[in-house]
């Protein structure tokens, strides 16, 4: 499965944008990059997807550099509410079906005024 | 539309009990899967289904977990006997069809059990 590499914590003020990288340096052509969040006591929540092309819906916007080894999740307006952990993750397609996420640690982002 | 159901929210037993966690999916979503959270980390799958028959169990510690979807709908997901390390958030998924292609899973709240 391909992996994933975040920073561990980021701080972002609110009403700033919030850039989070991601490496994924071993993705395959067919394979997707998810990105996820998980607000303290809830389930993950999921935020975009992407193949190649960047991408864009009401929570965020996902760049894809072009040889698809890393991306960067904007969260355009961040506010205290975008205080969680997000996490990067490829999707990888199982030999018999079905698709897996393989969550790393992911980036604590702390949202402060 | 209605997400991902999950019950009991928590629960605490003693090392050595049983425990079931139930999980109601999306509806009309054809997979479901149950992902173990441990304090830190980020979740771990255990198996998925795709309807009623098991596509991934290679990461179920098989030897005191048990999970089952017989209809194809809800599932339950069992631990017998439970051990200290067992303590963690069960989350379920579910997604439409859990094929190739786009296919976006759906996470329900989890259910948090502490082992003592």
């Known amino acids: 499965d391909a992996k994933t590499t975040q920073p561990p914590s980021m701080d972002c003020a609110e009403g700033r944008a919030a850039n989070l990288p991601c490496n994924h340096s071993t993705i395959s052509g067919n394979e997707y990059v998810y990105w996820y969040r998980q607000i303290h006591s809830q389930g993950p929540q999921y935020i975009i997807h992407?193949?190649?092309n960047n991408e864009t819906n009401e929570m965020a916007s996902l760049i894809i550099t072009e040889d698809r080894k890393s991306s960067t999740l904007i969260l355009p307006h961040a506010t205290l509410r975008d205080t969680a952990v997000y996490y990067c993750i490829v999707r990888h397609i199982l030999t018999g079906g079905g698709n897996k996420l393989t969550f790393g640690t992911g980036t604590q982002l702390k949202v402060e005024l | 539309e209605a997400g991902v159901a999950q019950s009991p929210r928590y629960k605490i037993i003693e090392k050595r009990q049983s425990v079931a966690f139930w999980c109601n999916p999306i509806?009309?979503?054809?997979?479901l899967y149950w992902y173990q959270q441990i304090l830190g980390q980020g979740p771990k799958l255990l198996i998925q289904?795709?309807?009623?028959?098991?596509?991934?169990d290679s990461q179920l510690p098989k030897d005191r977990f048990s999970a089952e979807r017989l209809k194809g709908v809800d599932s339950t997901l069992k631990i017998q006997p439970a051990k200290l390390e067992d303590s963690a958030v069960y989350l379920c998924a579910s997604s439409l069809r859990g094929t190739g292609g786009e296919e976006t899973q759906y996470f329900g709240p989890g259910t948090r059990l502490l082992v003592l």
């Open positions: 992407g193949l190649k």
């Open positions: 509806s009309g979503h054809a997979t």
């Open positions: 289904f795709q309807n009623n028959g098991v596509v991934d």
